[in-house]
Structures are given as structure tokens and as C-alpha cells.
């Protein structure tokens, strides 16, 4: 298996993990982006303290997200390959418009690699 099927593969797990109730994202997404007024929202998971921007802080939000950015790191390493080899893994979510409870969340991650190739999971959820 090439590394460009090793990335998409990793780009999916990462995107499938967080769109699941194990990474405890929802409802507290739906929540704080229906608070926001924004429909969607990206943020850069190698970042410190990923939290979306131009979103209200709530706690059980930034705790499933620095989870997720643990879970990316591990579904990396477990892969063979290293953060550090990696310029970024984008994350975007959007709750679904018909659950209005927001347990419903779509992800999406893109994972760029250190010489700019872009693995995109696609929308899951």
C-alpha cells in the first residue's frame, strides 16, 4: 500500500472517529454553532487548544476536542507516520439540519502532508 492510500485511509479514520459518539463532539457542536449563527466550521487539529473560531467556549467542546486531537495523533502514529511529517490535519464539522438535538454531526479531514498533498476523507456523517 503506497503512503498516499496510508493518508487517506488515516484522513477517514480521523473524520469517521469524530463523527461518531465516542469523540463526544456532539451535541456540544451542534450546539455551539447553531449558538454562533454558522452552519459549519473548520479548525486546524495541530494546533495547542483547536477550537473553532468566532465560536462560545463551552467546556465539554474544548475537552472532546483536544480528545480528538489526541485520537489524530495516535491514528498517525499507528499508521506508520509522525505528526511532525504532517503540515496539517483540517477538520470540519456541520450538524445536521434535521436533528434538531445535534447529536447528528458531519465531519470532514483533510490531511496535508510535509511536501503539500492534500488527503481529503470527503464528508462522513
Known amino acids: 500500500m503506497t503512503s498516499q492510500r496510508i493518508l487517506a485511509g488515516v484522513a477517514h479514520d480521523i473524520a469517521h472517529h469524530a463523527s461518531s459518539g465516542l469523540s463526544f463532539l456532539s451535541p456540544h457542536m451542534a450546539h455551539a454553532l447553531r449558538s454562533a449563527g454558522l ?41 506508520g507516520f509522525s505528526i511532525a511529517n504532517l503540515r496539517s490535519i483540517s477538520f470540519s464539522a456541520t450538524p445536521a439540519p434535521w436533528d434538531e438535538k445535534g447529536y447528528t454531526l458531519h465531519t470532514r479531514v483533510v490531511v496535508t502532508s510535509h511536501d503539500g498533498r492534500e488527503f481529503d476523507s470527503g464528508w462522513i456523517g
Do not use: C, S, W
Open 39 to 79: 452552519p459549519t466550521v473548520t479548525m486546524e487539529l495541530l494546533t495547542d487548544d483547536p477550537y473553532p473560531t468566532g465560536v462560545p467556549r463551552i467546556e465539554p467542546l474544548r475537552a472532546a476536542l483536544a480528545t480528538l486531537r489526541e485520537t489524530a495523533e495516535k491514528i498517525v502514529e499507528r499508521n
